[in-house]
């Protein structure tokens, strides 16, 4: 059997007991089939993993016994700040996981002058929270401990004018531009990469960019979706100064 890994909130120390709420306990009861004395990993991204038993399980409830510390290696050494274009519905929810598997550890949604989705306050916060999740799991599968920080959505201009934690290198993707990945110089702090959505970024946005200290890169001849490009980026990022 697969190990069964949670994220979950609670302060993590050896001894203590978790009580977790009915969507847990239908997915390690009835989708699982686990059962009182089998063992899972729950971690959170202070504490990190640890080993814990089942002890009761039902239909509304679920109680781990914490165990002992599990060594985790899996979080990336290379910093990597994703500001990705938002794309609509499974597109974003696909960079959000994958990005998250290749080891980022903050994820920026833009709202760029030719995306598609527009979002107001309310909606904009769901969607936030729903990524957030998305993220969780995907470090539950992936075997990471400290699942990336999803920002608000954040329009892009707006997002050039605040305060942002600042990195060393920082990229757009910019189909037809000579310069690639393997040009750029080992980031010494961290890597900011600037992904566009499925219309791209308009000539006004590329402009900011450049003020802002973006310089454009390009993944090769071909125009790849957005989607695609996030991912291919950031696998030659960590190929090129991670640990891929």
């Known amino acids: 059997m697969s190990l069964t890994r949670l994220f979950v909130a609670d302060k993590l120390v050896q001894g203590s007991e978790l009580h977790l709420g009915e969507e847990r306990a239908h997915y390690l009861g009835r989708v699982l089939r686990l059962r009182s004395g089998d063992t899972v990993h729950p971690f959170n991204g202070d504490d990190g993993e640890w080993s814990a038993t089942i002890g009761h399980i039902g239909k509304s409830r679920v109680t781990l016994m914490v165990q002992d510390h599990v060594p985790n290696t ?14 609509r519905g499974e597109r974003m929810d696909f960079v ?4 998250t598997e290749l080891g980022v550890k903050r994820i920026s949604p833009m709202l760029t002058a030719h ?7 309310k909606r904009a916060e769901k969607r936030r929270i729903h990524w957030q999740r998305v993220a969780e799991s995907a470090c539950e599968q992936s075997g990471r401990i400290r699942p990336p920080l999803i920002d608000a959505p954040l329009r892009l201009n707006d997002w050039f004018g605040s305060t942002r934690d600042r990195g060393d290198t920082d990229l757009i993707l910019r189909p ?16 900011c990469l600037l992904v566009g959505p499925e ?46």
Request: hydrophobic fraction near 45%; glycine fraction near 10%.
């Open 74 to 87: 899996a979080e990336s050494r290379l910093k990597i700040h994703l500001a990705q274009g938002i794309s």
């Open 96 to 99: 959000v996981q994958k990005a």
């Open 115 to 121: 995306g598609v989705v527009k979002l107001d306050s």
């Open 176 to 191: 037809g531009t000579e310069t690639s990945l393997a040009d750029i110089a080992t980031p010494q702090i961290k890597l």
């Open 199 to 244: 219309g791209g970024f308009s000539e006004q946005e590329v402009d900011d960019a450049g003020i802002a200290g973006f310089a454009p890169v390009s993944l090769g001849p071909r125009i790849l979706r957005t989607e695609t490009a996030a991912v291919a980026a950031l696998a030659i990022a960590q190929s090129l100064w991670g640990d891929i």
